[in-house]
C-alpha cells in the first residue's frame, strides 16, 4: 500500500492550496482519512481527520479555514487551505487506516510529505 501526496508549494499569506493523497496497493477497505503536519522543531499535530462515512475533525486553529474531503471511489482524501497564515508553514503528512486483502484489521499507513511553506 502506498499513499502519494501533491499539491503542496510556496504561497503568499492569505493565499490558497489543496493538498491530495492517493491510496493504492492490494486495499480492500479504507477507515479513517487524515491529514497531520510538523513544523521545523515541533511535533507532528493533527490537523483534520474524515471517517469513511464523510464525518470530520478539525483541531481548532484550523477549522473555517482548512476543508477536508475525500473521494471514496479514488481512495483519495484532499485538504482545501484557505487564508494561509505563516505559522501553517509545515511538511503535510497523509495518512490513512487500511485493511488489505491480506490482513483482518485496519493498520495505519503514511503518506512521504508535502511541504507547505507560506511566505511573502
Known amino acids: 500500500v502506498q499513499l502519494v501526496e501533491s499539491g503542496g508549494g510556496l504561497v503568499q499569506p492569505g493565499g490558497s492550496l489543496r493538498l491530495s493523497c492517493a491510496a493504492s496497493?492490494?486495499?480492500?477497505?479504507?477507515?479513517?482519512m487524515g491529514w497531520y503536519r510538523q513544523a521545523p522543531g515541533k511535533q507532528r499535530e493533527l490537523v483534520a481527520t474524515i471517517s469513511s462515512g464523510g464525518s470530520t475533525f478539525y483541531l481548532d486553529p484550523m477549522e473555517g479555514r482548512f476543508t477536508i474531503s475525500r473521494n471514496n471511489a479514488q481512495n483519495t482524501v484532499y485538504l482545501q487551505m484557505n487564508n494561509l497564515e505563516p505559522e501553517d508553514t509545515a511538511i503535510y503528512y497523509c495518512n490513512a487506516e487500511i485493511k488489505t486483502s491480506t490482513s483482518y484489521i485496519f493498520e495505519s499507513y503514511w503518506g512521504q510529505g508535502t511541504q507547505v511553506t507560506v511566505s511573502s
Open positions: 496497493g492490494s486495499i480492500f477497505s479504507i477507515s479513517n
